[in-house]
């Protein structure tokens, strides 16, 4: 008897030492092929965008109007990935930083960027003590910032370009041109038409094209001029947005100027999450409704 349970405690142990080889062995293979993965969640009426370098520098632009966020990150983080390296709250809006306390309650997060625009909600105010608390660093988003997230990855903030804090959210929101190889994208915020034309007057015209472009303030016709929309040329346009929204959003005009220029549009209210990833030239999608 006593033999048997030797026996069946070893192969316990060998059984136990082979499913760590294995997982250690997947871990190590999943970060040398994690490659280049970009993700637009579906948080409903509300922003959150997910970005992985080939390095696995992970960063969020904004976390959406309340905790399914969470849920929304399983289609490109794993269970055991507790940490994110930085979060950009491209404005203080409750669409955009909801799910924030969430985050800040599962994940170790390392910094957080912010327009400089003010909001006295309750909400943010108590996610404000709340990242003080934890000392996350707080960095304020400027024109020329050029982030290098590794492995050819880099994020170049666009706006603001000057103090914002006395401005509409909105026209405030954090700009950025994100670019891997071939692929980019122009990630607008909720950026209206203001903030659009700043851009346009102090940047080069080829600067500013991109494959991809997150449509601004959810396809709302306070964004997505034409004359932008000319400049930047996407060949894909998403629209975060949830279903039958009180806002009417994205509006036709929105749409219509993106299909003047022979755009795809991809939404989330049709779509769900839209994962992108990218070898720096070519770019496959994946839909998780």
Known sequence: M?????????????????????????????????????????????DALFIESPTGIQILFDTGP????????????????????????TNPD?????????????????????????NDSKTYQNLKTEIKNQNIKEILAKKGMKLDIG????????FPDRDVS??????????????????SFMLMGDATKKAEKIILENNKKEDLRSVFLKAGHHGSRTSSSLEFIKTILP????????EKNKYGHPHKETLDILS???SKIFRTDESGTIVIKSDGQNESFLFFK
């Open 2 to 46: 006593f033999q048997n349970f030797k026996k069946h405690k070893l192969l316990f142990v060998v059984f136990l030492f082979l499913c760590i080889t294995i997982f250690i062995f997947y871990i190590s293979w999943h970060n040398y092929h994690r490659g280049f993965t970009f993700a637009m969640l579906d948080v409903g009426q509300g």
């Open 66 to 89: 309340n905790g399914k966020v969470l849920s929304e990150l399983t289609h490109v983080m794993h269970f055991y990935d507790k940490s994110i390296d930085a979060i950009f709250i």
């Open 94 to 118: 409750l669409d955009h930083i909801g799910g924030l306390d969430d985050i800040l309650k599962n994940y170790k997060v390392e910094k957080v960027f912010e327009s400089g625009t003010q």
């Open 151 to 158: 492995g050819g990855v880099f994020i170049d903030i666009l």
């Open 166 to 183: 006395t401005w509409d959210r909105n026209d405030g929101s954090i700009v950025a041109h994100l670019s891997y190889g071939d692929t």
């Open 235 to 242: 060949k894909y346009s998403l629209i975060s947005v949830s």
């Open 260 to 262: 003047s220029i022979n």
